[in-house]
């Protein structure tokens, strides 16, 4: 399971006027907790995207960006209140590595966030042309605010060995290699107006420290959160907003690059535990790898039958 927990830079003021932008944005879907979306990955594969490569999804941003706008759109339409970059897997150095400049490196992370706020825009054309919430084919068009969270993969991910759930770097991998590795890419994310940055599978502090050292040194003012992997579902504490937003449960298989079959839950037995999460204190609730529009729709429709909380002040 993963948890994240939203943070900011540590300047005082900063960090007031961005936890008063996420609460409010919490606050304003009038539900139990906000929606995030869920797998890019399956998704893309379901609409015909080949993803045998070290880049992943970030290959699409190269092959074929129309769908990855259409999985942010199908999220959207499922009760999505976030969608989350196509950048978790896309740094400078995985682009160098097939070929391209360093410029064009950049050029792609900016296209990630660039597709996704294409997919916001054309979600809320569709919610102007249809005059009902609810169109009875299970698409729900709503207008309603909407973030795009700049994804940003921890260095196992970038190495396509499982490293990111392990956190097993190695010696020679120190704060100062994490920083530089992270560095260029967190900016170029953060140039491209996203509404916040999504620091996701985080495997170990020294990591969670390079980000927000960068954040701070970079005067970065967009919220982020980070999102680690809790071991026990009780190691990752906060009194800011926590978001939570597991994978299926399927098994990952590092050497054979691919999920291990019936090792998930169904998508009944996911959603079963969305209320003890918002029970506990989760602000925003989703899916992660292998979790699909429906598994989102479910969380959407579960969400919408709780009453709003009182976040802390």
């Known amino acids: 399971m993963g948890l ?51 880049l992943w999804s970030a290959k699409c941003l190269l092959s074929s960006p129309h769908l990855i706008r259409q999985v942010h759109l199908d999220y959207l339409e499922a009760g999505a209140d976030v969608i989350i970059t196509a950048s978790y897997q896309a ?3 995985g682009f160098q590595a097939k070929g391209f400049s360093r410029e064009e490196g950049e050029n792609l992370l900016r296209r990630s966030v660039e597709i996704a706020i294409e997919a916001r ?6 919610c102007a042309e249809c005059s009902s919430n609810d169109t009875g084919v299970g698409r729900i068009l709503q ?11 921890s260095y196992g991910a970038y190495l396509a060995d499982g490293s990111e759930y392990s956190g097993d770097y190695g010696d020679a991998i120190t704060l100062e290699t994490l920083k530089d590795f992270h560095l260029r890419r967190v900016q170029v994310l953060a140039e ?10 985080i495997p170990n502090k020294l990591e969670a420290q390079a980000y927000a050292e960068i954040l701070e040194e970079e005067d970065i003012k967009i919220p982020a959160w980070f999102c680690f992997n809790s071991k026990n ?34 998508d009944e037995d996911f959603v079963s535990y969305v209320n003890r999460w918002c029970e506990i204190g989760a602000s925003l609730v989703g899916g992660c790898c292998r979790t699909t529009p429906n ?9 919408s039958n709780r009453s709003a909380p009182a976040l802390p002040p």
Do not use: C
């Open 4 to 54: 994240s927990i939203e943070t900011t830079s540590s300047s005082s003021s900063s960090s007031q006027s961005q936890w008063d932008l996420m609460r409010e944005f919490v606050e304003s879907e009038g539900r139990a907790a906000a929606v995030v979306d869920g797998g890019l990955a399956t998704e893309l594969e379901r609409h015909g995207a080949d993803l045998n490569d070290p």
């Open 233 to 266: 579902g009780v190691n990752v504490v906060s009194k800011k907003p926590i978001v939570i937003y597991p994978n299926s449960g399927e098994r990952y298989d590092a050497e054979q690059k691919q999920w291990v079959q019936n090792t998930g839950v169904s």
């Open 295 to 303: 598994t989102i729709k479910a969380i959407y429709r579960t969400l």
């Open 192 to 201: 491209s107006s996203p509404d916040l940055i999504a620091f996701e599978t």
């Open 91 to 93: 740094t400078i150095q």
């Open 121 to 126: 825009d054309n979600y809320y054309n569709r």
């Open 143 to 153: 207008r309603r605010p909407i973030l795009v969270a700049a994804s940003v993969g």
